[in-house]
């Protein structure tokens, strides 16, 4: 059984937002619309001309293992399907934000046209034909790797072998499946690592995050 995941090689980020037009073509939102299933955060930097600086941090629902907003949600709507998944049913959502509240990321948003609280889906009704998300298909400087954690011969359990990288809000404990890649040009890598930023190796974390998997999969619903 797949569980799937992204590793950002951030640094690549141009902002060119390819990734949020293919997000909106792929699931009806409409152009212009802020902040809804992905998104690029901005951080300015630097005190003069000389060495000013722009770090570009592309993001989206993080699919947590262990989801907040799964277990604040009061009517089930919010849950977990194959893949680890975390998606809304929308006949079952009141619009109560809880939701949104618990997220840590905020990944969730009120989508007026369907009535409910909605959010990135990893594009799950794309992975059995195409084996990827639109954004990270999309991406001219392939800064999205999509794939299964698994799956040892996938690209993204390959390079997460041979990268060092960090997640978002980890004192959330919440095991955040985007993982940002820690630059490999040393000067970026001291630009845009924040105080606090705990750095992993997979061999090292792969433990904790098989173990709640597996924890938590009884929860997964057929998608």
């Keep these: 059984m797949a569980n799937y995941a992204i590793a950002l090689e951030y640094q690549n980020c ?14 009806g939102v409409m152009l212009g ?5 992905i998104w690029v955060g901005i951080v300015e930097g630097g005190q003069t001309l000389a ?7 592309p993001s989206q629902c993080n699919h947590c293992v262990d989801a907040p907003c799964v277990t604040v949600c009061p009517t089930g709507a919010s849950h977990f399907v194959e893949g680890g998944i975390v998606k809304v049913d929308y006949d079952m959502c009141i619009i109560c934000k809880g939701c949104m509240e618990a997220c840590p990321y905020e990944a969730r948003f009120v989508d007026e046209t369907r009535h409910a609280v909605d959010k ?10 195409y084996g990827t998300t639109a954004c990270s298909a999309t991406c001219p400087t392939k800064v999205r790797t999509f794939g299964d954690l ?23 404990g919440t095991l955040p499946k985007l993982f940002y890649l820690v630059p490999e040009d ?19 974390i792969k433990p904790l995050y098989e173990a709640a998997t597996q924890a938590k999969k009884p929860e997964w619903k057929k998608a």
């Design 33 to 37: 619309a802020d902040k809804q299933r």
């Design 186 to 204: 040393e000067e970026y890598r001291k630009r845009t690592l924040g105080e606090g930023i705990k750095i992993h190796r997979w061999e090292d």
């Design 51 to 57: 060495d000013v600086f722009l770090n570009f941090y």
């Design 150 to 172: 698994e799956d040892e011969n996938s690209d993204i359990v390959k390079l997460l072998k041979e990268r060092e990288f960090f997640v978002l809000k980890e004192n959330e």
């Design 14 to 27: 141009i902002d060119c937002r390819a990734c949020e037009v293919a997000c909106k073509d792929e699931n």
């Design 120 to 129: 990135c889906t990893f594009c799950d009704g794309r992975i059995q034909e």
